[in-house]
Every structure is written in C-alpha cells, then in structure tokens.
C-alpha cells in the first residue's frame, strides 16, 4: 500500500500506510519502531491539511508513549489532539481525549 501510494502521489494514502504500519508495531509492542511510523503519519497528515487524522496520529502517539511508560509525551500528545478537536468542534473526539488523558 505504501508504496503504491507514493508512486500514485496520494498522500493521503501514504499517511494511512504510515498510520497502520505504525499500529501493527504497537500491537507487536515494538514501540520504537511504532513511533517512527506514526510520526511520519502526523508529518503526512500536517501536510495535507487532514485534521482529522492529524487528531488520530496525536492519540496513537499518545497511546505508544503510554505504553512506553513516558507519560509526560503522552499527555502532551493527548493535548495536541485535544486542541484540534476543539479548533475543529469534534466534540466526539473531545469526549474520548479527555478518558484518555485520564487513564494517565
């Protein structure tokens, strides 16, 4: 899929190749590695201007650092995520950034 997406020039689909990639790490809990994809998924997700997605990569990035036992990076990622629902009014997303933040 990935690099079908860059030949075709979808970003978007790049950035969704980024973004599972990265979470079949995590559930391989290769966090490192998961981390490295997922950042290249928020890059690809800033660059086609997809809040949405921009939303989700924070909160996978989150959820690894979590998982890494750094909870300061993800609380600060859960805020990020947090301050483009708002900017965006998902308040869906608000809802469930907010659980999340409160499992740290």
């Known amino acids: 899929m990935l690099a079908l997406a860059r030949d075709l ?18 559930r391989m809990k290769k966090y490192e590695t998961a981390l ?9 997700s800033k660059e086609t201007g997809d809040r949405k997605e ?9 959820v690894t650092y979590q998982a890494l036992g750094k909870p300061d990076l993800a609380r ?3 805020q990020s995520a947090l301050t483009i629902a708002v900017e965006t009014g ?15």
């Open 9 to 26: 020039g979808r970003k978007d689909e790049e950035g969704q190749a980024y973004n599972r990639l990265g979470m079949a790490h995590y």
């Open 36 to 44: 490295e994809w997922l950042q290249k998924f928020l890059k690809m």
């Open 54 to 62: 921009e939303i989700n990569a924070c909160k996978n990035i989150a």
């Open 76 to 78: 600060s990622h859960f």
């Open 90 to 104: 998902n308040k869906q997303q608000q809802e469930d950034i907010a659980k999340d933040q409160a499992s740290l």
